[in-house]
């Protein structure tokens, strides 16, 4: 019943999902995280933002960085 209720708004939550993404790439670009591809010809649904820490981030300290930019 909640996935017939929300079809109506699919396109909706994807435009606001790809838009999260979207200021997720632009904030996190210079920030030495791995951001995964995106390529052109595909469509996600954008419903987790994976990035990959290089070895020598420490996670917990990333984890409270991004907290404090409000990310």
């Known amino acids: 019943?909640?996935?017939l209720s929300q079809l109506s708004r699919l396109e909706a939550m994807a435009?606001?999902?790809e838009a999260h993404a979207g200021r997720?790439?632009?904030?996190?670009r210079d920030s030495g995280l791995i951001l995964q591809p995106r390529?052109?010809?595909t469509v996600s649904?954008?419903?987790l933002y994976v990035v990959e820490l290089p070895d020598h981030v420490d996670r917990t300290g990333?984890?409270?960085a991004l907290r404090a930019a409000g990310i």
Do not use: E, K, Q, T
């Open 1 to 3: 019943a909640l996935g």
């Open 15 to 17: 435009a606001a999902r």
């Open 24 to 28: 997720y790439d632009a904030l996190l």
């Open 39 to 41: 390529a052109a010809d």
């Open 45 to 47: 649904a954008h419903h």
């Open 62 to 64: 990333a984890f409270h």
